[in-house]
């Protein structure tokens, strides 16, 4: 086997001239190729490094390495009689990297005397975590080639990912496109040393047969599972192919459910599709399958050995910071990512992943007009104790996670480890999320005071750009931050959901979201959730103007809920399913809305139940439709609530919507209701031409928003007897278990067989309402009957509930079981049951055309004459059967359990 370093494509030379972000041309004198020290790929680090290229006699010329050349600014300025300026250029080539560039606090420069590492004029330097692998063979009888890897086994060397000819090739998987679902929910397991029960909700789940098997190296190969917004990269512990049960060595950090998605990689015994590599460490033994036309002999095969390659090293906690370091025109490629013994999963945004180019303790540091591609991890990252640094104009594409990615999670105590004031400007940032599919193209925790701007964002698989880090109204620090001119698009594609073009988390005082173009925002088919911007839980005090948003799944404007947010002057268009999202009143959810412009051809204009003070907006459907307001009200009964008093509902003047023109003609009636313009070319990248035209060189198919399959009808008849013991129901959706509230199998009691399902409410949880569970039954036409038996506990509060999938949804039949045991309905009391008995319920409603505001229930007590009540009145506009549900409302102690739960069609 020949191993050599790698040597990666050269990408166009505008990106490595010594350009600025204005797209200026540089007056350092790097510009001019003049430095204090030079590095060359056909340098040595035992000559001075004062020379551009090696002399004649090649006794003296550059380093062969930046190490060496850091090395020597540290001993310059220990020399200099006073701080200066220094600048190291490096000349093209590709320069590896056995360990990561690391800088530290004596590395620093001062004001006024920054230490530039730049790429000499016109030429590439590449920094390398990678090796380019030669010798391959075929191996006979077989579809791939293969090559011996001695390292592998010699020193432990392993890799996750591959490239070849710079294309992310796949790794050995099972199916090979697509998905895999979840086919229903782990009995409990056991503890191998105490015997104790384990919940597996989290760790094992149950597939069909033969997606999963024992395979050989069973403890190498991983599952990726998918949650709404994030995904989970899990290793298997075992497999039992009698139950169909697998069991991970870590666990999600969510409970699997039905029909989840999933996909099985690192199986050598799945090595069977073009572009699929496996890497057989027992062998010491890397497989590939090319691509039609890959040549082998001459393609450039290339696995990392690194996962970071640059490190900005200081130490805020004791005050030592890094500073005045700047990176320019050089690129960052190869590099890999590692996945835990116990798998990974993040609650959101792949937090937890380091990035290539990484800084802690950095101030008033640059990377600019650099390159991060083919990594796996995110590309670059500020994190505590970062302040006044800028990344600009740097190109980042083939991530494995995000692009940028500005504090952390938690909130720092101390001012030195706070990170703020940092500029993000003018990057391209494209192609991510291959690896860690909920990462952001730029990422802002707990950080104030940034500016975010004329990035462009493209092809991620979650959202564009995520600013705070705080759920709810809780302390935060991510204040002031600017996000401005900002072009993002093609954003979701289809893989996750519950995103945004730009989402936000927490309050947020002085921030602003001003004149982005955002469009194509999609999540998976039978998912929900892609708005264009996005104030998710507790948003506030967050001003949103002069966006232009267009072509969105949920709509242009989609509030969880917050206080105190102003959308002001903004164009919404064409969203699928909804316009504007007026989040949840239950959360106090409160905003103004005005001097905007929404047009649109389907869907709900405003969605859910927030307050909202609109007015001199311009509302439009395009196909002439009657447009609700509200509470089904129309305009006039809108406009007498005093909303929307000047608004108007009228062709707001467009020069092209159809094309997503939205420039407004003269006669626009918007203009007159005080609309600014909005100019739009100016969002995205700006400079050289070369620069802003290199996004539309990317050929790329026209978005199409696949519609929610129509789901099938779902009857039910589940006495819990095949659930195991101690599991969850598998039928169902179950929400809000803590360790003492849960809703579980029990063989306690049952009202038939042996299983019942047991629900134990507790103190202190987040909401009255959990825990709970749903069923999803799709049911639109008939008259349905819903059969149940339930035995209850003294203090139980219960509560059944039919709804639809509106926003808000619309209640069908509904009723309560208070602490001492009345039934109401419609908050008239009905009658009193026993406490510990099994009482049979049976529900009767009519859906669709059979739909008429009432339905029958009957209750019956042992020992009594069933009680039968007629025409008791529901919603007469719930018509669809979407969500059936058991909610124990208590908020201590209590238990009821729940059995034979039947849901079918009713024959007349």
């Known amino acids: ?315 805020p906690d004791a005050g030592k910071f890094v500073e005045q370091i700047k990176l320019q025109g050089l690129s960052f490629e190869f590099a890999d990512y590692a996945l835990e013994p116990e798998g990974h999963c993040d609650w959101q945004s792949a937090v937890t992943i380091p990035a290539v180019v990484q800084a802690r303790g950095a101030r008033f540091c640059t990377v600019e007009d650099c390159e991060v591609a083919h990594v796996g991890q995110y590309g670059i ?191 919404f268009a064409l969203g699928r399913d909804g316009q504007i999202g007026r989040g949840r009143k239950d959360k106090g959810t409160r905003f103004t809305f005005e001097h905007n412009i929404v047009y649109f051809t389907e869907g709900q204009l405003f969605r859910a139940s927030g307050d909202v003070t609109a007015d001199y907006n311009v509302y439009y459907q395009a196909k002439g439709e009657p447009i609700e307001f509200p509470g089904g009200l129309s305009f006039e009964e809108w406009q007498a609530q005093g909303q929307d008093v000047h608004s108007l509902v009228a062709d707001p003047g467009f020069v092209d919507a159809k094309h997503f023109d939205f420039r407004l003609k003269p006669d626009s009636p918007a203009l007159k209701l005080g609309f600014e313009p909005i100019d739009s070319t100016k969002a995205g990248l700006f400079g050289p031409r070369e620069w802003v035209e290199l996004p539309r060189r990317i050929k790329r198919p026209a978005a199409v928003f696949p519609r929610r399959p129509e789901r099938k009808p779902v009857l039910i008849d589940d006495g819990f007897e095949r659930d195991a013991v101690g599991a969850t129901a598998d039928l169902a959706r179950t929400h809000g278990e803590t360790a003492e509230a849960t809703i579980r199998v029990t063989d306690e009691v049952a009202a038939t067989g042996k299983h019942s399902l047991k629900f134990t409410d507790a103190a202190g949880l987040d909401q009255p309402w959990n825990p709970h569970l749903y069923y999803s039954p799709h049911l639109t036409d008939g008259l349905v009957r819903e059969s149940f038996d339930l035995r209850f506990e003294p203090g139980a509060l219960i509560w059944i509930e039919w709804r639809d999938a509106s926003q808000p949804y619309i209640v069908g039949p509904s009723m309560g079981i208070d602490a001492d045991g009345r039934l109401t309905a419609r908050e008239q009391t009905v009658m009193s049951l026993p406490a510990n008995q099994w009482v049979h319920f049976e529900i009767v409603c009519g859906l669709g055309k059979h739909a008429n505001g009432t339905y029958e229930l009957t209750v019956t007590v042992p020992g009594r004459e069933p009680k039968r009540l007629e025409k008791l009145p529901c919603d007469p506009r719930f018509k669809r059967l979407e969500w059936l549900g058991f909610v124990s409302n208590a908020t201590g102690p209590a238990v009821f359990y729940l059995d034979n739960l039947k849901l079918n069609r009713k024959k007349r």
């Open 381 to 571: 990252w500020l994190e505590g104790g970062c302040t006044d640094n800028r990344i600009v104009r740097n190109h980042l594409h083939d991530l494995g996670a995000g692009g940028i990615r500005i504090g952390r999670g938690g909130i720092a105590k101390e001012e030195a480890a706070q990170t703020g004031r940092n500029l993000v400007s003018n990057n391209f940032i494209h192609d991510a999320g291959h690896v860690y599919p909920g990462a952001n193209g730029i990422w802002i925790g707990q950080s104030s005071d940034n500016t975010i701007s004329h990035n462009e964002i493209c092809d991620v698989n979650y959202t564009a750009i995520s600013c705070g880090w705080t759920w709810g109204y809780g302390p935060t620090q991510a204040h002031r931050n600017l996000i401005e001119y900002n072009h993002l698009h093609h954003i979701g594609r289809g893989v996750l959901s519950d995103m945004g073009g730009i989402y936000t988390l927490g309050t947020s005082p002085g921030t602003k979201i001003r004149n982005n173009l955002i469009h194509d925002v999609w999540c998976y088919a039978e998912g929900y959730g892609a708005g264009g911007i996005y104030p998710d839980e507790g948003s506030s005090q967050i001003l949103i103007e002069n966006n232009v948003v267009y072509r969105t799944i949920s709509g242009g404007l989609t509030i969880h809920y917050g206080k105190d947010n102003i959308a002001r002057n903004n164009i």
């Open 1 to 315: 086997m020949d191993i050599r370093w790698v040597y990666a494509p050269v990408l166009s030379l505008f990106l490595v001239m010594t350009v600025g972000a204005s797209g200026a041309a540089a007056a350092g004198p790097e510009a001019s190729g003049q430095a204090d020290f030079y590095v060359a790929t056909n340098g040595n680090d035992a000559w001075s490094g004062r020379l551009a290229a090696p002399n004649r006699a090649r006794t003296d010329g550059p380093f062969a390495t930046l190490g060496r050349a850091r090395d020597a600014v540290r001993e310059a300025r220990v020399l200099a009689a006073a701080p200066r300026p220094y600048t190291v250029l490096i000349r093209g080539g590709t320069y590896a990297l056995s360990r990561p560039i690391v800088f530290g606090p004596e590395d620093s420069g001062a004001e006024g005397a920054p230490i530039t590492y730049a790429a000499y004029p016109k030429e590439k330097p590449v920094f390398s975590g990678g090796q380019v692998i030669t010798g391959w063979r075929k191996d006979r009888g077989t579809p791939w080639w293969s090559v011996r890897l001695p390292e592998v086994r010699d020193s432990g060397w392993t890799f996750r990912e591959l490239f070849v000819n710079g294309k992310r090739r796949t790794l050995a998987r099972s199916p090979n496109e697509g998905y895999y679902y979840v086919a229903g929910k782990a009995g409990p397991l056991k503890d191998p040393q105490s015997g104790q029960e384990i919940d597996a909700s989290k760790l094992a789940f149950r597939f069909k047969p033969g997606e999963i098997k024992r395979w050989p190296r069973l403890n190498d190969i991983n599952a990726v599972i998918f949650f709404h917004w994030e995904t989970g990269m899990l290793r298997i512990k075992s497999v039992d192919e009698e139950s169909n049960t697998v069991v991970f060595t870590g666990p999600m950090k969510w409970p699997f459910w039905t029909r989840q998605r999933y996909f099985i990689e690192n199986v050598f015994e799945a090595l069977d599709a073009p572009g699929e590599w496996y890497l057989h460490t027992g062998r010491a033994r890397l497989y590939y399958i090319p691509e039609q036309g890959e040549d082998l002999s001459r393609a450039t095969v290339v696995a990392p050995m690194l996962t970071q390659l640059v490190l900005l090293a200081g130490d």
